[in-house]
């Protein structure tokens, strides 16, 4: 039996919690003896300890997939049946919402308005979104000749192993739990070390919502060593990751040993464009959300604003004070706007850049330093300023590297063509943003733009009927809408002679 937690969040919510593997629908202990423990971000203090999955346990947790995906009650089961055990799993999780969104707000260091409003919205209606798909997806009926026609079946892909982030845990587990189970497939999902927790409630709704067991399994555990257990384990037949660039490298090397098919979102260092046309308090407003909200956390951020040199000292100034007016405090507090960084390496990774910036001979235009909290128990909380830079070239570090963090560079541009050229001239290519009220303008630099996604007068726009994904080395392949089934299922051409000519 695993170890059960009784657990307080901050704002009173209370729960029991046992802290082991969910495996064929029951938490087990890590036979590793290893542990996580999960720290408060705004206090420095921890949370809970959970067990953490040796390369042992991954094995258990696949090979519980494996049987779950030709079990009858699995691969027998009708589609819609399917996606009505989705829906309910939607149902719980928005049952149990206030609760969810304060171990996320807890664990990541989110504020719990943003992790209530935001994530759990995202989180349970990608699920439902999914859930109706279950029995939508068909193949089709071609034609040949006289005698002869094909048809095709779309088929699941088999045991997927999921590796998730921590920057939005439960929104990002439903983005991969989503459509791998509308099509069909069995699913070992590893959560991020740095947020361990939500994740075992949602494994509790999955067992309530009445999945049969191993059909999701749900592992906490490193990188490392659970991660990189699940990637080159022989029996999964697809890998699908969100992370870091340097991760998402490491992972498509370990997936060639059994050619699997992958799926990767990855890093971001996304541009953001002003033309002098654009509305200014749109420009301004959306700027700051794309870069500044989720503490910058965001592999989508838009952390490279270029601005038409003509309107660049209005927006300097109306920009900087939306940064300057930000509330930065703790998870707890209705005006957080800013809450802390993930983890102790993530904030002080961002102090490093502020070094970087400076040595590079960038222009601090606010911010660039640790923030001092006004709570007396927040004071060894990861806090960071949000900071600007402008004066940047585009060969500086702060302006090519993905910093993760509140921090943007701020850089003029002269010409349409040029903004383009440079915007582009990055390994990066996963969100863009335009600002103009240049209808054709809008659409002609929107299809120049080498990303995955483009944001015309807006930045993160996210739904999950809409594809997100990634070109060049941001990603492989588009998780949500119709497209994220693709990601999820495979075509089977079935050829028929219906003659006794040919
Ligand atoms: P970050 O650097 O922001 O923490 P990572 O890309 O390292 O991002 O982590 C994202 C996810 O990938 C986490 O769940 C983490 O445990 C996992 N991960 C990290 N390293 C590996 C690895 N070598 N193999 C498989 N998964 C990994």
Redesign the pocket.
Known sequence: MAQTLDIVTPNGHRYTQPTGLFINNEFVPATSGKTITSIDPATDKPIATVDAASADDVDRAVKAAKAALVHPSWKLLPATERGQLMARLADLMWENRELLASIDAWDNGKPYHVALDEDLVEATTTIRYYSGWADKTFGQTISTTPQKFAYTLRQPIGVVGQ?????YPLAMAAWKLGPALACGNTVVL?????TPLSILVLATLVAKAGFPPGVINIVN????E???A??SHPLVDKVA????T???R??MK?AAGSLKNITLE?GGKSPLLVFPDADMDQAVKWSHFGIMSNQGQICTATSRIFVHREILPTFLAEFKKAVEGVSIGDQWDANTFQGPQVTR??YERILSYFEIAKNEGATLVTGGAAHVPSKEENKNGYFVQPTVYTDVTDSMRIVREEV?GPVVVILPFDTEEEAIERANNTSYGLGAAVFTTDLERAHRVAAEIETGMVWINSSQDCDPRIPFGGVKQSGIGRELGEAGLEAYSQVKAIHVNMGNKL
Request: no cysteine; proline share 3%.
């Open positions: 590796i998730i982030p921590w920057n590893k959560a991020a070390e740095q555990g490193y990188g490392r659970a991660g990189a699940l990637t990751f969100t992370g870091s340097a991760t998402g490491e992972i370990m990855t390496a993530q993760f």
